[in-house]
């Protein structure tokens, strides 16, 4: 078995992430790794300036955030046809609800991701989660509500523009965790800095306590697979040149993600109107035909926009991921 560090955000008050879109009547759950590690590198330039920052993003790497129930933890299901039967199904009745999967208990992963087979009963699943016999009369752990809101012009000539707004709100049991290869008094300082993101918040709407959260800190089991010939991405991924060939893209199984979205996180309040430029990235869950080391590369996705305050917006593509075997295809 090999030990991984998690971080757990507890406790999360309700939030909002973009999904990209220009409107604000649909969030999403998913907190990405990008998202994360540009989030930490942003307040570290607050204390520590803004010389190294590409020095500490390649310095570690961080899964994106998944969800936990109790003591379950869910990882994100892998791209193509996974080994799953239904019981006592034998209209396929269960395809529509396997269709909405995204995250499998812990327990049921470590058997798909070893090539095995497993068997369910309906009732484990729920929502996108797929449940642990033990969590299986468990409802769901993130729900959402559409409330209408009112934009009000500062100019008073204008009229007052309505508009939806939804909240993710979060099970007082459940919340969100990732994983991270990273140790030692570096760890230490990354815990510190999601400890700060934590009281300053995730989202939009942290003005208002959106997105608030507290942390924790422990380690995960995960199975050393015997036999492996896959690798499994449980982080977005920007590949370098060299690497891929390595990938075999032709026998993986993978799906890219457009990554893009505001400068919000900016000192500079006068640069954060502007549109960072867009990059495509593998997503989670992607399997890759490959045993060979991935190091990916961390992007400068700022603008061409003529400020001398105009400064480096770095996202992070480097891979976080686990070997699996191939019969999970």
């Given at each position: 078995m090999a030990i991984y560090n998690i971080i757990k955000l507890k406790k999360i008050s309700p939030f909002h992430i973009g999904t990209g879109r220009e409107n604000y009547d649909s969030s999403t759950s998913e907190l990405q790794s990008d998202t994360l590690s540009a989030a930490l590198a942003?307040?570290?330039?607050?204390?520590?300036?803004?010389?190294?920052?590409?020095?500490?993003?390649?310095?570690?790497?961080?899964?994106?955030?998944?969800?936990?129930?109790?003591?379950s933890f869910f990882f994100p299901v892998m791209r193509g046809k996974i080994n799953i039967s239904v019981e006592g199904d034998k209209g396929h009745e269960s395809g529509k609800y396997l269709k909405k999967l995204r995250y499998i208990d812990s327990r049921l992963w470590n058997d798909l991701v070893k090539g095995e087979s497993i068997k369910i009963s309906l009732s484990q699943l729920r929502g996108n989660l797929l449940m642990n016999n033990e969590e299986s009369n468990f409802d769901v752990s993130f729900k959402s509500q559409v409330n209408q809101r009112v934009s009000v012009s500062r100019e008073n000539e204008q009229d007052s523009d309505p508009f939806f707004f939804e909240w993710t709100f979060c099970h007082s049991e459940a919340g969100l965790y990732c994983l991270t290869d990273a140790t030692g008094t570096l760890f230490d300082e990354i815990v510190s800095l999601f400890?700060?993101?934590?009281?300053?918040?995730?989202?939009?709407?942290?003005?208002?306590?959106?997105?608030?959260?507290?942390?924790?800190?422990?380690?995960?089991?995960?199975?050393?697979?015997?036999?492996?010939?896959?690798?499994?991405?449980?982080?977005?991924?920007?590949?370098?040149?060299?690497?891929?060939?390595?990938?075999?893209?032709?026998?993986?199984?993978?799906?890219?993600?457009?990554?893009?979205?505001?400068?919000?996180?900016?000192?500079?309040?006068?640069?954060?109107?502007?549109?960072?430029?867009?990059?495509?990235?593998?997503?989670?869950?992607?399997?890759?035909?490959?045993?060979?080391?991935?190091?990916?590369?961390?992007?400068?996705?700022?603008?061409e926009w003529n400020d001398p305050q105009m400064h480096a917006v770095y996202r992070s593509g480097r891979p976080f991921y686990l070997p699996v075997k191939k019969n999970v295809l």
């Open positions: 942003a307040l570290r330039v607050q204390y520590k300036g803004k010389n190294d920052v590409d020095t500490f993003l390649n310095s570690f790497t961080l899964s994106s955030a998944f969800p936990f129930l109790r003591q400890e700060i993101l934590g009281e300053v918040g995730i989202g939009t709407d942290k003005n208002i306590g959106g997105g608030k959260f507290e942390v924790e800190i422990g380690s995960l089991l995960l199975p050393e697979i015997k036999n492996a010939d896959h690798l499994m991405l449980l982080s977005l991924y920007i590949p370098t040149q060299e690497e891929l060939p390595q990938l075999h893209l032709k026998d993986s199984c993978y799906e890219l993600l457009l990554r893009g979205g505001y400068i919000a996180g900016s000192q500079e309040g006068h640069l954060r109107h502007l549109r960072k430029r867009s990059i495509y990235m593998f997503n989670v869950g992607s399997l890759f035909s490959t045993t060979s080391t991935l190091m990916g590369k961390v992007v400068d996705l700022a603008p």
